[in-house]
């Protein structure tokens, strides 16, 4: 059985001002690796989706953080979540971890 890991978090100075999107722009973007397994493109797709339904905003996928926008959501492993020290110990069976602010608290 293949396991899928999402890591998801925001990667953004947290303040009650930060949005996913705002008056139906985008204020965010999704980050995937560049060779993201077909499990993390979906869990990106399927993000990208909801947050449309909701804010009427299509966030961006991209392979790298474009600093267009003040938040970045990180799915699934890759290089910039190892950058700021997210990985997928200790997740079994399908779970996802969640995490956001400057101070990484996993």
Not at 17 to 37: C, H, R, Y
Not at 54 to 72: E, R, Y
Request: proline fraction near 3%.
């Amino acid at each position: 059985m293949r396991r899928v890991v999402m890591c998801l978090l925001a990667a953004a100075t947290v303040q009650a001002n930060m949005f996913l999107a705002k008056d139906g722009k985008a204020t965010s973007e999704i980050v995937i690796a560049e060779n993201a397994t077909r499990g993390t493109h979906l869990a990106a797709r399927e993000l990208q989706i909801y947050v449309a339904k909701i804010s009427g905003a299509k966030l961006t996928i991209v392979t790298a953080p474009t600093n267009t926008v003040p938040v970045q959501l990180y799915v699934g492993q890759s290089p910039h979540t190892e950058r700021l020290g997210i990985t997928s110990a200790g997740l079994k069976y399908g779970a996802y971890r969640i995490v956001s602010g400057e101070n990484w608290m996993v």
